[in-house]
């Protein structure tokens, strides 16, 4: 590769279909923003394997470079904040969705969206974390802002061998906490125990519709899932509960009731990491830096190439995917 001529996997429709190819681009082809970064890695989400195989209206502009993930060096720069050389994260705003993505061994991005690149952390560890890893450090933050400590109780994780869920888990245990996770996969249980889970319950458990108040069990949540097993959650929360709710893949629909919020002080803390303001972001990752086990990362994340991503893309749509998938733009 050269900085002049470079591969990109570009999404195209084609009859109402989404066709995923590898280009040969030039600095030409890209958007006209304000920082040029070589990008070494990208990373795998449910998002990107929505928009790689046309599921759902991921994609809002046409062509497109996918992938909501990047970390590399800047290249070029027309902003006072970043100078060549520079090694920056980016994740979110709507990149790989509005705008050109990390599939790309050369992107250009607005700096506004970049985060610099913690020191202790390299970008293939940092794309390991990705989006997932992100949105897992602010649930934990929202849950550590509703004074739940590890001496509180016992903690839940939903969708725990996912992304996200396997984030929280090992961050939560190492932190100290008693951490349940909930899977569907019974070959994930020996996963999450070495995350740090202390106890493992199955989807269908979690799943089945609960009175408006169930006896409580948790001090403390992070929520993947949504739908009938975010109720349950609700209604076995204990007093002055708190649950960080960051996805949908179960529903995005909620079948419970006021009582867990006014009979047990319980908060709903919604999380988002796309539109996360800067100052907390970088919050986020320099915690994850000094916070997330370095060898955990090892275990959560399997490496590919761009060559790969469409079929692993099909993978995560099937929900065949445990941990984490990281891009090597130069495989």
């Not at 097993?229 to 929360?237: Q, V």
């Not at 996360?276 to 990752?285: G, S």
């Amino acid at each position: 590769m050269t900085t002049d001529t470079f591969k990109a996997l570009v999404l195209e429709q084609e009859d109402g279909k989404t066709v995923a190819d590898i280009h040969q681009l030039n600095l030409s082809d890209l958007p006209d923003e304000d920082v040029l970064v070589k990008v070494d890695y990208s990373s795998l989400n449910y998002k990107d394997g929505m928009a790689v195989t046309g599921t759902g209206k991921i994609v809002l502009n046409w062509p497109m470079v996918p992938g909501i993930d990047m970390a590399g060096t800047v290249v070029e720069s027309a902003s006072d904040s970043y100078t060549a050389g520079d090694k920056v994260v980016l994740t979110g705003w709507s990149v790989g969705e509005k705008y050109w993505g990390g599939y790309s061994q050369m992107q250009r991005v607005k700096s506004d969206w970049l985060v610099p690149l913690p020191d202790g952390i390299s970008a293939q560890q940092a794309m390991a974390i990705g989006t997932a890893g992100l949105t897992a450090m602010l649930c934990v933050m929202a849950i550590e802002d509703g004074d739940i400590t590890k001496d509180s109780g016992k903690v839940v994780v939903t969708g725990a061998a996912g992304g996200v869920g396997s984030v929280a888990v090992a961050l939560l245990a190492k932190a100290g906490y008693e951490v349940t996770a909930v899977s569907g996969r019974e070959s994930t249980h020996d996963y999450l125990r070495a995350l740090g889970a202390s106890e493992i319950l199955s989807r269908e458990e979690m799943s089945e519709r609960s009175r408006p108040l169930e006896k409580s069990r948790w001090v403390g949540a992070v929520d993947t899932v949504g739908g009938e097993m975010l109720a349950r959650i609700l209604a076995e929360m204990d007093y002055s509960g708190v649950v960080a709710a960051c996805g949908l893949a179960g529903s995005y629909k909620l079948p419970t009731t006021v009582m867990p919020f006014i009979l047990r002080n319980v908060r709903l803390q919604g999380v988002d990491s796309v539109m996360c303001p800067f100052e907390r972001r970088t919050q986020a990752w320099q915690r994850l830096a000094s916070d997330l086990p370095k060898d955990m990362l090892d275990n959560i994340g399997q490496l590919v190439s761009l060559e790969q991503v469409e079929e692993k893309a099909q993978a995560i749509m099937q929900g065949q995917i445990q941990g984490r998938v990281v891009v090597d733009l130069n495989a």
